[in-house]
């Protein structure tokens, strides 16, 4: 499969495209790439035309700072008016979830049904803290050791599970500066009061060892999506489409068959 590149001036985008009908839009977390997507892509594209982008500086994207999830929202609604994409359904998880909210609220009535795996609205009361201690952190191990952890504690067998190896590259061709820029304007979000306008299907996905987004966190984004309902992974982290692939990818398709008949 070939990666492309989206030109928007001061970066590039890098994108895959692949299968026909109905496109999903895929977007992944922070410090991951499009290539967090290969398995459940390999499924998806079976059913339907599956587009997955780098964040700017993840990946194969390209670009400066700032990197926040609002710009991520932003290259991916340019990346489907270039390619003449009017209508399509999202599939986010962590950063990439907070970045769907983003894209849904910008464009409500071109989403047929939104996917979210693992993320939240933010408003998080030690969100200072958490970027803080992030910061020390990096500064006391120094960042290849940092992500080490990070990678480590995403996923549900931590260092022994299968994709961590692929994604801590991913975690460490990010860098430092990359990653806490990214960080901070993830933990800066709140879409605690604007959720109420969504009125599209949404499918939470939630890992019941996720320590980062845990299921009771999902259950409050729940609460503040009015068309929502809920999936919960047994035994799945926070990187639950790499811990549970199968019964992750049954539940999205099973949601997108159910929801975007008419699209």
């Given at each position: 499969m070939t990666t492309q590149q989206l030109d928007r001036g001061a970066h590039r985008i890098a994108f895959r495209?692949?299968?026909?009908?109905?496109?999903?839009?895929?977007?992944?977390?922070?410090?991951?790439?499009?290539?967090?997507w290969d398995g459940a892509?390999?499924?998806?594209?079976?059913?339907y035309r599956v587009l997955r982008c780098d964040a700017r500086g993840h990946g194969a994207s390209t670009g400066t700072?700032?990197?926040?999830?609002?710009?991520?929202?932003?290259?991916?609604?340019?990346?489907?008016?270039?390619?003449?994409?009017?209508?399509?359904?999202?599939?986010?998880?962590?950063?990439?979830?907070q970045a769907a909210m983003h894209l849904a609220l910008a464009?409500?009535?071109?989403?047929?049904?939104?996917?979210?795996?693992?993320?939240?609205?933010?408003?998080?009361?030690?969100?200072?803290?958490?970027?803080?201690?992030?910061?020390?952190?990096i500064e006391e191990i120094g960042y290849e050791r940092f992500a080490a952890?990070?990678?480590a504690s995403r996923f549900a067998d931590g260092y022994a599970s299968r994709g961590y190896a692929d994604y801590l590259r991913e975690?460490?061709?990010?860098?430092?500066?990359?990653?806490?820029?990214?960080?901070?304007?993830?933990?800066?979000?709140?879409?605690?009061?604007?959720?109420?306008?969504?009125r599209v299907p949404v499918l939470l996905i939630s890992g019941t060892a996720d320590v980062?987004?845990?299921?009771?966190?999902?259950?409050?984004?729940g609460a503040l999506l009015p068309t929502s309902r809920t999936l919960e992974l047994?035994?799945?982290?926070?990187?639950?489409?790499?811990?549970?692939?199968?019964?992750?990818?049954?539940?999205?398709?099973e949601f997108f068959s159910s929801n975007t008949k008419e699209s």
């Open positions: 495209d692949e299968g026909d009908g109905l496109p999903v839009l895929c977007l992944h977390s922070l410090a991951g790439s499009l290539r967090m892509a390999r499924v998806l594209a079976r059913h700072v700032p990197y926040t999830v609002e710009g991520t929202a932003r290259d991916a609604l340019a990346l489907l008016d270039a390619l003449g994409i009017a209508r399509y359904a999202v599939l986010g998880i962590s950063m990439g979830g464009a409500p009535h071109r989403v047929a049904a939104l996917v979210l795996a693992n993320t939240s609205a933010g408003a998080l009361p030690d969100a200072q803290g958490r970027l803080a201690q992030t910061k020390a952190r952890e990070y990678v975690a460490l061709a990010l860098g430092a500066q990359r990653y806490v820029a990214t960080l901070r304007s993830i933990l800066a979000q709140d879409l605690s009061a604007e959720l109420w306008r969504l980062s987004t845990t299921p009771e966190r999902m259950r409050a984004l047994e035994g799945a982290g926070h990187f639950s489409c790499l811990d549970q692939p199968a019964q992750f990818i049954a539940g999205a398709l």
